[in-house]
């Protein structure tokens, strides 16, 4: 079987789908030998917002993929904005085929299905957050993603969701047949677990000039991730002193008012921003910190405390969208928007000893059941079953 996948992402971002993109299609190179991929990438400023400035967007692919005699590059003559005009604005028939040859299924990872002539098609929708929750959206990504996104799950074969959460809005939102959308769960990478060397544990504290006792949050700085609740409850759980809070993520849209509510609580000292941390460097991250906190108002699946578990760190996170499937039983899970639950369940971590021990444990088995092997292996299966 040929299978063509945008690949696109993979180069262009960073974090988010970036590291998706990237993680998947090594497990599935890793576990087909007998099929043929085909990778298409296009170059340039991604033509999604949200990703951010401060993040590297060019990234070399990794050599375990340009090592594998299975895997083929095609590269579009465009940059990915222009391909986004051509395909979604103006609507011109420049099927994927013309630069892949003959496929029998193409994958789109990012939300966006560009014309396919024959193949069978695979669409994934990581969220919805630009329907269930418009207000944290940037004006311009949202008119997009409303303008593109029904179209591409209309023309798609199968839909696939991260999440149960997800499957549900993409039924309830955009109206596809339960049968046309399946769920297959991202996985953790096998880097992330905890970090025992003492001299990288010290490089990444000196490179992003971490503090020495610090509660941790991920993500790109953005309306969504509740950034501004999370230093409130941070001001209101009144840690000891030497507990610092670190925002780890570039900035994203919207994310002024984080800044400024740091100042008017008058926190500077207190609220560390590294900025965009390097993949390689998270696992450190999570080691080093004492508590992750993710207080996120809408995720389609959530892997920042995924990682965070499988690095032997508790986490405490929100009690919606996806959030309750990923943590199961494993952490503390609280309204984002009641900001006394937020610094409540803050100091209890730090304050409990038993209750720290028993998340840790059970953070570390909660991780272990989201392998990219499994979801290599899951989605090779529906690749076959939609031919």
């Given at each position: 079987?040929?299978?063509?996948?945008?690949?696109?992402?993979?180069?262009?971002?960073?974090?988010?789908?970036?590291?998706?993109?990237?993680?998947?299609?090594?497990?599935?190179l890793?576990?087909?030998?007998?099929?043929?991929?085909?990778?298409?990438?296009?170059?340039?400023?991604?033509?999604?917002?949200?990703?951010?400035?401060?993040?590297?967007?060019?990234?070399?692919?990794?050599?375990?993929?340009?090592?594998?005699?299975?895997?083929?590059?095609?590269?579009?003559?465009?940059?990915?904005?222009?391909w986004?005009?051509?395909?979604?604005?103006?609507?011109?028939?420049?099927w994927?085929?013309?630069?892949?040859?003959?496929?029998?299924?193409?994958?789109?990872?990012?939300?966006?299905?560009?014309?396919?002539?024959?193949?069978?098609?695979?669409?994934?929708?990581h969220?919805?957050?630009f329907?269930?929750?418009?207000?944290?959206?940037?004006?311009?990504?949202?008119?997009?993603?409303?303008?593109?996104?029904?179209?591409?799950?209309?023309?798609?074969?199968?839909?696939?969701?991260?999440s149960?959460?997800?499957?549900?809005?993409?039924?309830?939102?955009?109206?596809?047949?339960?049968?046309?959308?399946?769920?297959?769960?991202?996985?953790?990478?096998?880097?992330?677990?905890?970090?025992q060397?003492?001299?990288?544990?010290?490089?990444?504290?000196?490179?992003?000039?971490?503090?020495?006792?610090?509660?941790?949050?991920?993500?790109?700085?953005?309306?969504?991730?509740?950034?501004?609740?999370?230093?409130?409850?941070?001001?209101?759980?009144?840690?000891?002193?030497?507990?610092?809070?670190?925002?780890?993520?570039?900035?994203?849209?919207?994310?002024?008012?984080?800044?400024?509510?740091?100042?008017?609580?008058?926190?500077q000292?207190?609220?560390?921003f590294?900025?965009?941390?390097?993949?390689?460097?998270?696992?450190?991250?999570?080691?080093?910190?004492?508590?992750?906190?993710?207080?996120?108002?809408?995720?389609?699946?959530?892997?920042?405390?995924?990682?965070?578990?499988?690095?032997?760190?508790?986490?405490?996170?929100?009690?919606?969208?996806?959030?309750?499937?990923?943590?199961?039983?494993?952490?503390l899970?609280v309204?984002?928007?009641?900001?006394?639950?937020?610094?409540?369940?803050?100091?209890r971590?730090?304050?409990?000893?038993?209750?720290?021990?028993?998340?840790?444990?059970?953070?570390?088995?909660?991780?272990?059941?989201?392998?990219?092997?499994?979801?290599?292996?899951?989605?090779?299966?529906?690749?076959?079953?939609?031919?």
């Open positions: 079987m040929r299978i063509g996948i945008d690949y696109t992402a993979a180069v262009n971002q960073g974090a988010g789908i970036g590291r998706y993109t990237r993680h998947l299609v090594q497990a599935l890793g576990l087909d030998a007998q099929d043929e991929f085909v990778l298409l990438t296009a170059g340039g400023k991604p033509v999604r917002a949200g990703v951010s400035a401060s993040e590297p967007q060019i990234r070399p692919v990794p050599s375990d993929i340009q090592g594998k005699p299975s895997a083929r590059f095609a590269r579009l003559p465009l940059t990915e904005r222009a986004a005009i051509l395909w979604h604005r103006l609507r011109l028939p420049l994927v085929e013309l630069f892949s040859g003959r496929l029998d299924i193409f994958h789109s990872p990012d939300f966006a299905l560009p014309p396919v002539r024959r193949a069978r098609t695979v669409l994934t929708v969220d919805l957050s329907m269930r929750v418009p207000e944290c959206s940037q004006p311009s990504l949202r008119a997009y993603l409303l303008r593109v996104v029904p179209s591409s799950v209309r023309r798609a074969d199968m839909v696939l969701a991260d149960d959460s997800t499957r549900n809005d993409v039924i309830e939102l955009l109206g596809v047949s339960p049968d046309r959308v399946r769920v297959i769960y991202p996985g953790v990478d096998d880097s992330f677990r905890r970090v060397d003492t001299a990288v544990l010290a490089h990444v504290r000196q490179r992003y000039r971490l503090p020495e006792r610090f509660v941790l949050s991920v993500g790109t700085l953005q309306p969504r991730k509740n950034l501004t609740r999370l230093i409130e409850a941070y001001a209101q759980a009144r840690l000891d002193t030497n507990v610092k809070l670190v925002i780890a993520g570039g900035t994203g849209w919207l994310y002024e008012g984080i800044f400024r509510r740091v100042e008017e609580l008058r926190l000292s207190e609220v560390y590294p900025g965009y941390v390097a993949e390689e460097d998270l696992p450190a991250l999570y080691t080093l910190a004492e508590l992750f906190l993710f207080p996120s108002l809408y995720e389609g699946f959530g892997l920042p405390p995924l990682e965070a578990m499988a690095c032997g760190t508790p986490v405490v996170t929100s009690n919606v969208s996806s959030l309750p499937e990923v943590m199961g039983d494993a952490g899970m309204d984002p928007r009641d900001v006394e639950a937020l610094a409540s369940a803050m100091g971590v730090l304050g409990e000893s038993s209750l720290r021990c028993t998340m840790v444990q059970r953070g570390l088995s909660q991780a272990q059941r989201f392998t990219w092997p499994r979801t290599a292996e899951e989605l090779l299966r529906l690749y076959h079953e939609v031919v």
